[in-house]
C-alpha cells in the first residue's frame, strides 16, 4: 500500500483543512495509506519521510526551519513524490528560496483577486496527465507565477483578463500546472484550488488525482530502472548568504 503525508497549515483563507479533506478522501479511494498533519514538525523525520512515496504540502505563507526544507528536498531527491496547488505549494515559505528551487515555482500576484473568471487551457501532446482534458472555465484567483523554465508545462491561462501594470508587456500565457523532476523524485503543482469548492470541481479533481498518482509512481519507477540519483543538493543549508 502506498504511503502518503499530507502537511497543512499556514494562512486560513486558504481553507487548507478543508482542501486537504478532499486530497485525503481522493487518495484513500485510491487504496493509499494516508496521515494529515497540521503541523510543520511532520518534516522532522527525514528517514520517515524518505519512506513515504507521496508528500503533499499545503501551507500558505508562513515560515520553515531550514532542516524542515532540507529533509523534504532530500526525499524527493530519493524518489518521494511531491504534489501540491495554489499557494499551499507555490506561496509557501516565500524566504526559502530552496523550497522555490524544489517545487518550480512561485506566486507572485493575483490580479482582480478571486473573482475573476478565466480559461484553463490544456496543452495537448504534452503529457499523459492530461490526456483527453478539454479546456475550461475558471472562477478565481488566477495566479501569476515566476517559474522554472526546466517545468514540463501542463495546462495554462492567458493574462491580462484584468487590468493592471503588466498589460503593457502584451499577451504571455503563466502555466497552471506542470510536472519537474526533483533527483529521483517527481514534482506536479497546479494553481488552481484557492479553496475548497475551487478544488472539488471535477476538473481540479480529475487534474490532481493525475497528478498525485504520477508523482507517488516515481519512487517505483526510479528502482525497476535502477536510476540513481545525481549529487545531492542540500541547498542554503551549505550556502548561506
Same mark, same amino acid.
Given at each position: 500500500?502506498?504511503?502518503?503525508?499530507?502537511?497543512?497549515?499556514?494562512?486560513?483563507?486558504?481553507?487548507?483543512?478543508?482542501?486537504?479533506?478532499?486530497?485525503?478522501?481522493?487518495?484513500?479511494?485510491?487504496?493509499?495509506?494516508?496521515?494529515?498533519?497540521?503541523?510543520?514538525?511532520?518534516?522532522?523525520?527525514?528517514?520517515?519521510?524518505?519512506?513515504?512515496?507521496?508528500? !503533499? %504540502?499545503?501551507?500558505?505563507?508562513? $515560515?520553515?526551519?531550514?532542516?524542515? /526544507?532540507?529533509?523534504? #528536498?532530500?526525499?524527493?531527491? @530519493?524518489?518521494?513524490?511531491?504534489?501540491?496547488?495554489?499557494?499551499?505549494?507555490?506561496?509557501?515559505?516565500?524566504?526559502?528560496?530552496?523550497?522555490?528551487?524544489?517545487?518550480?515555482?512561485?506566486?507572485?500576484?493575483?490580479?482582480?483577486?478571486?473573482?475573476?473568471?478565466?480559461?484553463?487551457?490544456?496543452?495537448?501532446?504534452?503529457?499523459?496527465?492530461?490526456?483527453?482534458?478539454?479546456?475550461?472555465?475558471?472562477?478565481?484567483?488566477?495566479?501569476?507565477?515566476?517559474?522554472?523554465?526546466?517545468?514540463?508545462?501542463?495546462?495554462?491561462?492567458?493574462?491580462?483578463?484584468?487590468?493592471?501594470?503588466?498589460?503593457?508587456?502584451?499577451?504571455?500565457? !503563466? %502555466?497552471?500546472?506542470?510536472?519537474? $523532476?526533483?533527483?529521483?523524485?517527481? /514534482?506536479?503543482?497546479? #494553481?488552481?484550488?484557492?479553496? @475548497?469548492?475551487?478544488?472539488?470541481?471535477?476538473?481540479?479533481?480529475?487534474?490532481?488525482?493525475?497528478?498525485?498518482?504520477?508523482?507517488?509512481?516515481?519512487?517505483?519507477?526510479?528502482?525497476?530502472?535502477?536510476?540513481?540519483?545525481?549529487?545531492?543538493?542540500?541547498?542554503?543549508?551549505?550556502?548561506?548568504?
Amino acid at each position: 500500500m502506498k504511503k502518503a503525508l499530507i502537511v497543512w497549515g499556514g494562512w486560513l483563507g486558504h481553507e487548507p483543512e478543508q482542501v486537504s479533506a478532499i486530497f485525503r478522501e481522493q487518495l484513500e479511494a485510491e487504496g493509499f495509506e494516508v496521515e494529515v498533519s497540521d503541523t510543520l514538525d511532520a518534516f522532522a523525520d527525514a528517514e520517515k519521510l524518505k519512506s513515504l512515496d507521496l508528500i !503533499i %504540502p499545503n501551507w500558505t505563507m508562513g $515560515r520553515i526551519e531550514q532542516q524542515l /526544507v532540507s529533509n523534504v #528536498s532530500a526525499a524527493v531527491q @530519493a524518489g518521494t513524490g511531491l504534489a501540491g496547488c495554489h499557494g499551499g505549494m507555490c506561496d509557501a515559505f516565500r524566504e526559502n528560496v530552496d523550497w522555490q528551487f524544489m517545487t518550480g515555482g512561485n506566486w507572485v500576484a493575483h490580479p482582480g483577486g478571486n473573482q475573476v473568471e478565466y480559461t484553463v487551457n490544456i496543452k495537448r501532446g504534452s503529457s499523459p496527465l492530461v490526456e483527453g482534458m478539454p479546456d475550461f472555465e475558471v472562477v478565481s484567483e488566477q495566479y501569476y507565477l515566476h517559474i522554472d523554465p526546466a517545468n514540463e508545462v501542463l495546462a495554462t491561462t492567458r493574462f491580462p483578463t484584468t487590468p493592471g501594470p503588466h498589460d503593457a508587456n502584451g499577451p504571455v500565457d !503563466i %502555466p497552471v500546472a506542470w510536472t519537474k $523532476r526533483w533527483g529521483l523524485g517527481r /514534482v506536479y503543482y497546479n #494553481s488552481l484550488g484557492h479553496i @475548497a469548492s475551487v478544488a472539488a470541481t471535477p476538473e481540479m479533481k480529475e487534474m490532481m488525482r493525475r497528478g498525485f498518482l504520477w508523482c507517488a509512481e516515481g519512487k517505483a519507477v526510479a528502482e525497476g530502472t535502477g536510476a540513481k540519483a545525481g549529487a545531492a543538493y542540500t541547498g542554503m543549508e551549505d550556502n548561506q548568504l
